[in-house]
């Protein structure tokens, strides 16, 4: 397998995948509204579309050892993954990265990528010459205006967006 095509796991009960060695090519929103919260990526990729993992419950990423000279990634790559708790790069002898997008979502105003749990934001670019892994943790406050759900003293629940409710049960 070198290439996944977009939308192959759309909306699919997946929750954990170790993608196989060799594959070097993910198109455009190949996981999005999955129950997908593990994968394991191989060294070997080469190009990640954006959106692969918007709207899922993704908790934990895991890049094995690059042995692709470069790996791009797609600009909305983990948008709306509220759950998101690390992206881990094991073992780079050298890893350069020269951005990392952003995790948004409604829920949450972005702060940026830090290389401990709750430590400082990092800047980009951000070389590692550590010959060990290098995981980051996304730094991200929840919203004011993020949609919450609330109970109703009659039984069931309205939700609420910016003020207004906008569903009820």
């Given at each position: 397998?070198?290439?996944?095509?977009?939308?192959?796991?759309?909306?699919?009960?997946?929750?954990?995948?170790v993608?196989?060695?060799?594959?070097?090519?993910?198109?455009?929103?190949?996981?999005?509204?999955s129950?997908?919260?593990?994968?394991?990526?191989?060294?070997?990729?080469k190009?990640?579309?954006?959106?692969?993992?918007?709207?899922?419950?993704?908790?934990?990423?895991?890049f094995?050892?690059?042995?692709?000279?470069?790996?791009?990634?797609?600009?909305?790559?983990?948008?709306?993954?509220?759950n998101?708790?690390?992206?881990?790069?094991?073992?780079?002898?050298?890893?350069?990265?020269?951005?990392?997008?952003?995790?948004?979502?409604?829920?949450?105003?972005?702060?940026g990528?830090?290389?401990?749990?709750?430590?400082?934001?990092?800047?980009?670019?951000?070389?590692?010459?550590?010959?060990?892994?290098?995981?980051?943790?996304?730094?991200?406050?929840p919203?004011?205006?993020?949609?919450?759900?609330?109970?109703?003293s009659?039984?069931?629940?309205?939700?609420i967006?910016?003020?207004?409710?906008?569903?009820?049960?």
């Open positions: 397998l070198k290439k996944m095509q977009g939308g192959v796991f759309y909306d699919t009960p997946l929750e954990s995948i993608l196989p060695n060799g594959m070097e090519t993910m198109d455009y929103v190949v996981f999005e509204y129950q997908l919260k593990h994968i394991t990526i191989p060294g070997t990729m190009s990640m579309g954006g959106a692969d993992f918007r709207n899922t419950p993704l908790e934990t990423v895991v094995e050892s690059r042995t692709a000279p470069s790996l791009f990634m797609g600009g909305d790559m983990f948008d709306e993954t509220p998101l708790k690390s992206v881990t790069f094991k073992g780079p002898k050298q890893l350069q990265l020269n951005t990392f997008d952003s995790a948004d979502s409604e829920y949450f105003n972005w702060l990528w830090s290389t401990t749990e709750g430590g400082p934001v990092v800047s980009f670019p951000l070389a590692n010459t550590n010959p060990g892994d290098l995981t980051l943790y996304p730094k991200r406050t919203s004011p205006t993020a949609p919450r759900t609330v109970p109703c009659l039984g069931g629940t309205f939700k967006k910016d003020g207004r409710v906008v569903s009820s049960t």
